[in-house]
C-alpha cells in the first residue's frame, strides 16, 4: 500500500495527460507556453479570485507574497508553530523574523487568542514591528479566518493564507486561497492538487501586489524580460506542469474531492471510539491533504506505527517537532511555551489517504489500528 497513490492516479487519468504532456512537445514552448496562463484563468475562477500568477512551488509563492509587501528587516511575521519549515523560513529568508504561535489541538491551525497574545507582546516588547500574519490550512482545513483577520484589522497586520495544504477546502461557499490579503498555494506532487514536479501559485484580488509579484517571478522584469527594475527570482511554473495541471484540475473537480471526503469520513465512523480522529469545524469543507489521528502518547503512537509497518501499512508524522525546536530557528525571540504543539508533536500519526484508495483499503487500515490499539 501506497500512503498517497499519485501512480493509481496516472494510470487512470494516463490518456488525457499523455495527450496534453505531447501537445506541449509538439509546441515547443517548454517556459511561458498558453497553457501557463489558461492555467491560471482556471485556478483564478475556481478560487473566485481577480489575480492567479504561477510559480515555482508553495515556498516561492509564500516568498512572492511576502516580496510584494515588502517585509524585511525589523518586521514581525506570526506563524503557527505547528506547520512546514516553509511557512516561518520565508518570511527568515527576507530578513524579517518569524514568531511562533501556538496551535488549537482540535483543529491544528494557529490559535487566534494565541495570536492575539503574541501580537500584543511583540507590540510591548517595542523591538520589532508587527507586519503579518501567516496562517497555515493544516492538512486540508482552512485556518480560523474570520477571528484571524479581526485580530490582523485591530492590530494592522496583513493576512497571507499558507494553502499549501488546502486547495479544495471550503468555509462556507469560500474556497481556499482566496482568504486573507494574498493566499499561496503549492502543487508539490502528493498535495491536493499536485504536479509532476515542484510548482505553485500566488492569488490575490491587489492589482499592485499581482503586478508586482509577476515582476519578481521573472528576475524583477518590467517592460520586456532584459528591463529590470528590480531583484527578483527565477520562479516559474513550467508549461509542462501546467498541462497537467490543466487534467488533473479537472478530475479534482469531477470527483476527487468528493471521493477522499467519503474515505475521511468511513475512517471517522470506524475509528472515533478507538483514537482522536479529526475534527472538521462546524461550516467547513477540509480537503484532506492528510488524514492524522492522534494517541494517548508517544509510546502508542510509536507501537502502532511500527505494527503498521509490519503490515505493509505506510504511516507519517506531520509533524516531529515545532518550528520554535528547530536549529535553524535557534536563538529567535520567544515569547512563550507551546504546550499544544509540543503535545501534537509527540502523539499525531497521519494515515495513508488519497482520492483513488478503495474503501476496501480504508476499512483493512482502520481495522489494522483497532486491532494494535486494542491488543
Ligand atoms: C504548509 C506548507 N507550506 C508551504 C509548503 C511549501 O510548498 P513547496 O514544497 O511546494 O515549496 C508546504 C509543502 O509541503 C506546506 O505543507
Known sequence: MQFRD?????????P???EAISRV???GCFISGAQVGELESM?????GMKHCISCASGTDAIRLALMAYGIGSGDAVFVPDFTFFATAEMPAALGATPVFVDVSAETFNIDPNMLEMAVRYTERAGKLRPRAVIAADLFGQCADYESISEIAE?????????AAQSFGGRIGKKRACSFGDIAATSFFPSKPLGCYGDGGAVFTNDDEAAALIRSYAVHGKGADKYDNERIGLNSRLDTIQAAVLQIKLDAFEKHELEDINDLASRYTEKLKDYVIT???????????????????????RCLLQKSLKDMGIPTMIYYPRGLHRQGAFAGMPNHGRFPITDRLCDTVLSLPIHPYMTESEVEKVAESVISCITA
Not at 6 to 14: G, S
Not at 43 to 47: N, P, T
Open 6 to 14: 499519485l501512480k493509481r492516479q496516472y494510470d487512470t487519468l494516463k
Open 16 to 18: 488525457q495527460i499523455d
Open 25 to 27: 512537445f509538439d509546441e
Open 43 to 47: 485556478l483564478s475562477k475556481y478560487a
Open 154 to 162: 485591530r492590530h494592522s497586520l496583513l493576512v497571507i493564507e499558507d
Open 278 to 300: 479529526p475534527v472538521v469545524s462546524e461550516g467547513y469543507y477540509s480537503s484532506w491533504a492528510q488524514y492524522t489521528i492522534r494517541l494517548k502518547n508517544k509510546e502508542q
